[in-house]
């Protein structure tokens, strides 16, 4: 989760934790224990928002920028090993289906 919360604010600088929450739709309260891990290893900083101080601006250190372009390094090796040997037809066809079963489970019963 942390890689995901890292490449979040690294797409979105200076998105907040309630951006991050609605993007993910992962709880508030989960979030804000992970960013104040990330923040205390260095790897987020936090700026008072402008506009409204209760909010934080939240961006990635140069520490966070290393990790997370590792991390995406990593993932881009993984995610060419994964569909080494399939065609790009049958990559599409992979993309449908997978992104079928990802609606199937989003629908509310």
Excluded: C
């Excluded at 989960?30 to 961006?59: K, M, P, V, W, Y």
């Excluded at 590792?70 to 790009?88: C, D, M």
């Amino acid at each position: 989760m942390e890689a995901k919360v890292l490449g979040y604010f690294g797409h979105y600088p200076g998105a907040t934790q309630s951006d991050l929450s609605r993007h993910s739709g992962r709880d508030k309260a989960q979030l804000a224990r992970l960013i104040t891990a990330l923040r205390e290893r260095g790897l987020l900083q936090g700026e008072a928002d402008a506009a409204d101080r209760r909010n934080t601006r939240l961006s990635l250190t140069d520490a966070g920028r290393a990790i997370q372009a590792a991390a995406q390094r990593e993932a881009e090796i993984l995610n060419a090993q994964a569909v080494r040997g399939i065609s790009g037809e049958q990559q599409q066809a992979l993309l449908a289906l997978l992104l079928q079963v990802k609606q199937n489970l989003d629908k509310p019963d």
